[in-house]
């Protein structure tokens, strides 16, 4: 589809909501599903992938409500080529204004020998039987050729062909591990809409991983290939290294306009916001020399770049800090800052927050700015982000005293509210984490192991706060907690029971699913 302005429209279908949340640890409440999905309407995503509606009663309601709640985007739900899958998805979104029902089916030889144990012919049924399905409930129907990129072009173009014959608008040809590379990936493209009658009339989409860190790119070259939408997420978040990042692919075809002839409806001064909120809630870190949304993206440490920035910004930046929603100037914020100082100094890092939650956050705000001679903008989005991503928690850490030290055995007294009851226990530990972990352990009894302690500063000097990542797996579960604090042993018993929290969550959807 051409603009008005000549350039090709590429659709964006944003995931993070269902292959994102498939990452161990980064499962979101209901709640923060509706929140990620409302912003990534206002920032102008198409079609937002709201979940798999068959894994779980609480995937379903989440999609549902997503639908009933969009105006603009279309809202697609998951579904494996099997009838019950596809039922489900389009009870799910047939609320929405624009429905969508996503169904795959694997294709590739060594998928049909050791997955799906059918041969090509058989699949092909599958492919007529569940897409005509799919357009009986809606108009719009995406199918997926799971791992397209070792499927021979051949056998993918006949089930390509079934696919359009049975009903499908949207044709996506994923790159499921990872493996391609990009002049492979545009040429599976080409070869489609030069071999199967009726491509034409389709949308092709992308559907790239990142395990040889070429997702990106080879949406691009899909893209280039023919294809005119692109499945990505935000911050890259995914299965294994993730998909390809939506801000990448959106700032790479607004930047090199020159050579990547395409836009896209989404507007790039939402997307520090949009980061900070999946980082958030997901408890998923963004790296720091992460694109576009790193928090050293925009920073320049070399006397070399320093100087060339001064003299002329172009000179080390191919694209401007507030294009993306990054303000070049910025409040001084210290104990004497007021409440609206602090209120535009959220507005300016992109946090939105209602009178309650600001009440909070200023709060915790004063109290960090008494105990810190500098706060610094690291120090208050992990502040905030530390109250959005444990508001609902059913535990929380009240208070923590530990005895450490060369003379006598590590010990700590924690106290927790337990779903509004105060426990307190004290306990000793090879050290005062394990003493802190052990307290809570006895409080809130699991057998989570821990695979991942790490600790980093915030920001630099003796009095930065702590942030903490911890990754618990209880019976094939994984997940992440996170939490800050100026001191270090609280930001570790507060990500603890952050990850327990996130536990407690997966607990119950697996219990649900299995009523249900």
Same mark, same amino acid.
């Given at each position: 589809?051409?603009?008005?302005?000549?350039?090709?429209?590429? $659709?964006?279908?944003? !995931?993070?909501?269902?292959?994102?949340?498939?990452?161990?640890?980064?499962?979101?409440?209901?709640?923060?599903?509706?929140?990620?999905?409302?912003?990534?309407?206002?920032?102008?995503?198409?079609?937002?992938?709201?979940?798999?509606?068959?894994?779980?009663?609480?995937?379903?309601?989440?999609?549902?409500?997503?639908?009933?709640?969009?105006?603009?985007?279309?809202?697609?739900?998951? *579904?494996?080529?099997?009838?019950?899958?596809?039922?489900?998805?389009?009870?799910?979104? =047939?609320?929405? =204004?624009?429905?969508?029902? #996503?169904? /795959?089916?694997?294709?590739?030889?060594? #998928?049909?020998a050791h997955q799906m144990r059918r041969s090509e012919d058989e699949v092909i049924e599958i492919i007529a039987a569940t897409v005509a399905q799919a357009r009986n409930l809606v108009d719009d129907v995406e199918w997926s050729a799971m791992d397209a990129t070792r499927t021979p072009l051949p056998y993918l173009a006949r089930c390509v062909a079934q696919a359009i014959k049975a009903g499908a608008t949207t044709i996506n040809l994923p790159d499921t591990v990872g493996y391609a590379t990009p002049e492979e990936y545009g040429a599976i493209f080409r070869y489609m809409l030069e071999h199967v009658e009726g491509a034409a009339d389709v949308t092709f989409s992308t559907h790239c991983h990142d395990d040889l860190g070429l997702a990106v790119a080879n949406s691009l070259a899909g893209v280039a290939g023919g294809a005119r939408q692109i499945e990505c997420t935000l911050?890259?978040?995914?299965? =294994?290294?993730?998909?390809?990042?939506?801000?990448?692919?959106?700032?790479?075809?607004?930047?090199?306009?020159?050579?990547?002839?395409?836009?896209?409806?989404?507007?790039?001064?939402?997307?520090?916001?949009?980061?900070?909120?999946?980082?958030?809630?997901?408890? /998923?870190?963004?790296?720091?020399?992460?694109?576009?949304?790193?928090?050293?993206?925009?920073?320049?440490?070399?006397?070399?770049?320093?100087?060339?920035?001064?003299?002329?910004?172009?000179?080390?930046?191919?694209?401007?800090?507030?294009?993306?929603?990054?303000?070049?100037?910025?409040?001084?914020?210290?104990?004497?800052?007021?409440?609206?100082?602090?209120?535009?100094?959220?507005?300016?890092?992109?946090?939105?927050?209602?009178?309650?939650?600001?009440?909070?956050?200023?709060?915790?705000?004063?109290?960090?700015?008494?105990?810190?001679?500098?706060?610094?903008?690291?120090?208050?989005? *992990?502040?905030?982000?530390?109250?959005?991503?444990?508001?609902?928690?059913?535990?929380?850490?009240?208070?923590?005293?530990?005895?450490?030290? !060369?003379?006598?055995?590590?010990?700590?007294?924690?106290?927790?509210?337990?779903?509004?009851?105060?426990?307190?226990?004290?306990?000793?530990?090879?050290?005062?984490?394990?003493?802190?972990?052990?307290?809570?352990?006895?409080?809130?009894?699991?057998?989570? $192991?821990?695979?991942?302690?790490?600790?980093? *500063?915030?920001?630099?000097?003796?009095?930065?706060?702590?942030?903490?990542?911890?990754?618990?797996?209880?019976?094939?579960? !994984?997940?992440?907690?996170?939490?800050?604090?100026?001191?270090?042993?609280?930001?570790?018993?507060?990500?603890?029971?952050?990850?327990?929290?996130?536990?407690?969550?997966?607990?119950?959807? !697996?219990?649900?699913?299995?009523?249900?």
């Open positions: 589809m051409s603009t008005s302005n000549g350039k090709d429209r590429v $659709v964006i279908f944003d !995931t993070t909501l269902r292959d994102g949340e498939q990452s161990p640890g980064a499962t979101m409440t209901f709640e923060e599903k509706l929140e990620v999905a409302e912003l990534l309407e206002v920032m102008g995503v198409d079609i937002i992938e709201a979940g798999f509606p068959i894994a779980s009663v609480g995937d379903f309601e989440s999609v549902q409500e997503i639908a009933k709640r969009a105006d603009k985007a279309v809202i697609a739900g998951l *579904a494996r080529a099997i009838p019950g899958d596809i039922a489900r998805a389009g009870e799910a979104v =047939r609320i929405a =204004r624009r429905p969508r029902i #996503h169904t /795959f089916v694997s294709t590739s030889p060594i #998928h049909l911050n890259g978040l995914g299965e =294994r290294a993730g998909n390809a990042a939506l801000e990448e692919v959106v700032m790479a075809i607004r930047t090199r306009a020159d050579v990547l002839p395409y836009e896209t409806g989404v507007d790039p001064t939402y997307l520090t916001r949009a980061s900070k909120l999946v980082s958030a809630v997901s408890n /998923f870190p963004v790296q720091y020399n992460k694109a576009i949304v790193g928090r050293n993206a925009f920073a320049h440490e070399s006397g070399i770049h320093q100087d060339g920035m001064l003299k002329n910004a172009q000179t080390f930046e191919i694209m401007t800090p507030e294009s993306v929603g990054v303000k070049a100037t910025s409040l001084v914020m210290g104990k004497h800052s007021g409440r609206h100082a602090f209120r535009e100094k959220l507005k300016e890092l992109g946090y939105e927050l209602g009178d309650n939650a600001l009440n909070e956050a200023f709060t915790r705000f004063k109290a960090l700015a008494d105990r810190k001679k500098h706060v610094y903008d690291e120090d208050i989005e *992990a502040l905030v982000d530390e109250e959005i991503a444990h508001a609902d928690d059913r535990i929380k850490v009240l208070s923590l005293t530990v005895i450490a030290g !060369t003379l006598g055995a590590q010990s700590s007294t924690v106290t927790l509210d337990v779903e509004g009851e105060h426990k307190t226990v004290q306990s000793t530990g090879n050290g005062p984490v394990d003493a802190i972990f052990n307290s809570i352990k006895s409080i809130v009894p699991n057998e989570a $192991v821990l695979e991942l302690y790490q600790v980093h *500063a915030v920001t630099e000097g003796t009095d930065a706060q702590a942030e903490v990542s911890v990754r618990l797996t209880e019976n094939g579960k !994984t997940v992440t907690g996170r939490a800050a604090d100026p001191d270090t042993l609280v930001a570790s018993a507060k990500a603890y029971v952050s990850g327990l929290n996130k536990l407690m969550i997966k607990r119950n959807s !697996t219990n649900a699913q299995a009523v249900a």
